[in-house]
């Protein structure tokens, strides 16, 4: 797989999840757009993600699983509404990653509870490599 299929199997896994609330709510759209930008995906082809199937990739790096699992938070609480079933979902996709359990916990506790629903990428590292030891 080139890269550019794994940026769109990645950004179709979180047009996945921004509906498991059962809407996408405009500003995940914008989210979404954002993320598509910076991955620098057409915009054909990201529509095009928005008729798909949702095909998952295995990321080879604990970063990249990291990464993906923040983005898949951001996205969560871009629409200002946290759903018992995204929060079950972004549980189940951060276990299926290979994350540790106590520490997704944590960082979308903290997430939570933080005015901007992010937090800084050292403690977000931090947290999940606390675990490790």
């Known amino acids: 797989m080139n890269k550019y299929e794994q940026k769109l ?5 979180m ?3 921004s509906v498991v609330d059962g809407r996408l709510h405009e500003r995940e759209y914008l989210f979404l757009a954002m993320i598509a930008d910076e991955l620098q995906i057409g915009q054909d082809d990201f529509k095009g993600l928005f008729h798909q199937e949702n095909y998952p990739i295995v990321m080879k ?3 990249e699983r990291i990464q993906q699992f923040y ?3 951001l996205l969560m609480h871009c629409d200002g509404v946290l759903h018992e079933r995204e929060q079950i979902k972004i549980h189940e996709i951060g276990i299926n990653m290979g994350l540790n359990p106590h520490a ?5 506790k ?3 509870v933080s005015p901007t629903k992010m937090v800084s990428p050292e403690f977000l590292l931090e947290i999940f490599q606390e675990q490790l030891n």
């Open 15 to 17: 047009i996945a999840f």
């Open 61 to 63: 790096s604990e970063f």
């Open 71 to 73: 983005r898949l938070a």
């Open 110 to 112: 903290a997430m939570e």
């Open 104 to 108: 997704i916990k944590r960082v979308l």
């Open 9 to 13: 199997a990645l950004l179709s896994e």
